[in-house]
């Protein structure tokens, strides 16, 4: 009897313990991106990420118009990237190793505006290493990190959105 009301005191003091830690330290989760812009309108489109920009967007409660008229941000998809470089050989002329490149290039102009942003660059890199051994593992990790960047470059973009400032 006293050791179970013993054990639960230790395990009650411990998740305690790691609770406060965790807050004291300033760990939080990330909440939504605050946007200064209520509405975007998306001109241009890439073959990967417009889906899910357009589904963050909507998610951190910026809407997603269909026309430019009443947006407040006009944000243009110029185009976007995909590359696959071979990073190192072996002695006998196999791939080793493979680096994999995306990139997004935008521009934005805020609903008054004159003059459009100059075209940004958001690039997500990767490498992994390579076997024709386990061609079906590596193509389906090369998959998987192609799908991380798509993730990271529409991260890095909604971080961007966040910095912009309206303009008085």
């Keep these: 009897m ?6 639960t005191l230790l395990v009650f003091t411990l998740l305690t313990s790691l609770v406060s830690s965790l807050v004291a330290c300033g760990f939080h989760l990330r909440g939504a991106a605050d946007i200064a812009y209520s509405s975007v309108f998306i ?3 890439t073959l990967v990420i417009s889906k899910n920009l357009k589904k963050t967007l909507n998610t951190n409660g910026v809407k997603v118009l269909d026309s430019p008229s009443n947006a407040e941000l006009l944000l ?4 976007e990237e995909s590359e696959k470089r071979i990073l190192s ?3 006998t002329g196999t ?5 994999l490149y995306y990139r997004v290039h935008y521009r934005t102009k805020a609903a008054g505006a004159e003059l459009w942003s100059p075209v940004q660059t958001v690039e997500a890199r990767r490498d992994y290493t390579y076997s024709d051994a386990n061609l079906l593992a590596k ?4 998959k998987r990190l192609n799908e991380n960047m ?7 973009l909604m ?3 966040a910095a912009l400032k309206k303009p008085l």
Excluded: P, T
Aim: negative net charge.
């Design 76 to 79: 243009e998809l110029v185009g």
């Design 150 to 156: 798509h993730s990271d470059v529409i991260s890095s």
């Design 159 to 161: 971080r961007r959105l």
């Design 43 to 45: 001109q241009g489109s």
């Design 139 to 142: 193509q389906d990790e090369e």
């Design 89 to 91: 050989l072996a002695g």
């Design 2 to 7: 006293f050791k179970s009301q013993l054990r």
């Design 95 to 99: 791939v080793n190793e493979f680096e």
